[in-house]
């Protein structure tokens, strides 16, 4: 256990330190005065990611390119591996992700092998496994089991919609609500979820890396609130004080024409709308708090996380990246 212990002297590797999630686990880390490697496709995207005077190394790399793994992980404790390939402006292009995926994390792992990393920590999605799991969530749970047969200690954390600016999913609800006063949707409006804020999602993972206990298991982790995908609409006007929406069910709108819709209303491309839409048919609820012995939050309730990510999307220019 001693070995999985972060020290001061430890540097830990960000991959996906551009996205979402991963620009603000850099800006937390920095807080902790956590020295850190930011791995990067396109370093220029990054430079700006960590806050002037941290401890934040950049290198160039790509999941899919072996070679600038290693070189990467050299002298690596621990890493965060915040990646997925999925997007694109068309459908067709993205039925590769799950297998670009899957090659990603045997790259990373067979690296981390040789570099002798001690820990990783991932976060995929919830969802229950078995043949009704959208290709997306099997994949995502797939990433995890591979990261897990590595000699480093995985922890896997495992989230619903993650409510926060410029998280897919989550501008995906935010335009359609915003946008539109009376909607009609597919039969998994009606799927039960258990959203997270963004804040509360970057705390569990800070709260991993500093707890050693927490290494090879795996956690749900969800916000306060649990309600359905009709429910969570309702309650996003309801939190922005927009007037009452209209949402009618729909049982022969397919996911192929719901995400074609969600292309020509919002601004998320097919490619990421269509496999998040295939998911809404799997109910992505917390099975335990368990995450709770170990890192100890206060859960951000639904309505503040909508507001904050309203207010930080409305504070200035470029923090979406829709
Ligand atoms: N967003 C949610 O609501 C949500 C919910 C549950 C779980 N999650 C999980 O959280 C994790 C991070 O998601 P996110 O929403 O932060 O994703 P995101 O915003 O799309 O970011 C993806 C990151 O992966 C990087 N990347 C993609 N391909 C790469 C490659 N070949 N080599 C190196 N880096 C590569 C991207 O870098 P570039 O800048 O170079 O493109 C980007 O930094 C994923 O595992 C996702 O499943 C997200």
Redesign the pocket.
């Known amino acids: 256990m001693d070995d999985l212990k972060l020290t001061s002297e430890d540097r830990v590797l960000i991959?996906?330190?551009?996205?979402?999630?991963?620009k603000r686990l850099v800006r937390e880390l920095a807080e902790e005065n956590i020295k850190m490697r930011i791995?990067?496709?396109?370093p220029s995207?990054a430079k700006d990611i960590a806050p002037k005077g941290t401890d934040a190394e950049i290198v160039q790399?790509?999941?899919?390119k072996k070679e600038t793994l290693e070189k990467a992980l050299e002298g690596i404790h621990s890493a965060y591996y915040?990646?997925?390939?999925m997007g694109g402006k068309s459908l067709l292009k993205n039925t590769e992700f799950a297998e670009k995926d899957k090659k990603?994390a045997k790259n990373f792992i067979s690296s981390a092998d040789k570099t002798g990393l001690k820990r990783v920590i991932y976060?995929?999605?919830l969802g229950e496994k078995g043949e009704g799991l959208s290709e997306h969530l099997q994949s995502?749970a797939e990433v995890g089991n591979i990261l897990s047969s590595g000699k480093a200690s995985a922890t896997i954390l495992r989230?619903?919609?993650?409510i926060g600016a410029g998280?897919?999913?989550?501008e995906m609800l935010r335009y359609l609500v915003e946008r539109l006063p009376v909607m009609t949707c597919p039969k998994w409006i009606r799927t039960r979820i258990q959203p997270i804020a963004l804040r509360d999602v970057v705390l569990y993972l800070v709260g991993c890396l500093k707890n050693p206990e927490t290494a090879g298991q795996t956690f749900d982790i969800g916000g306060p609130d649990i309600m359905t995908y009709k429910s969570m609409m309702v309650q996003y006007a309801d939190a922005r004080g927009l007037a009452k929406r209209i949402i009618i069910d729909l049982p022969f709108i397919t996911p192929s024409l719901s995400a074609y819709w969600v292309d020509l209303v919002t601004p998320i491309p097919s490619g990421i709308a269509h496999p998040l839409i295939e998911g809404m048919k799997n109910e992505v609820i917390c099975k335990d708090n368990r995450i709770d012995e170990f890192v100890h939050i206060q859960k951000t309730p639904f309505r503040e996380a909508v507001q904050a990510a309203f207010a930080e999307e409305t504070s200035g220019p470029g923090v979406t990246g829709f």
């Open positions: 991959l996906g330190a551009t996205g979402f999630i991963g791995l990067a496709r396109t995207r790399g790509d999941v899919t915040l990646v997925h390939s990603a976060l995929g999605g995502r989230a619903a919609v993650i998280g897919a999913s989550y």
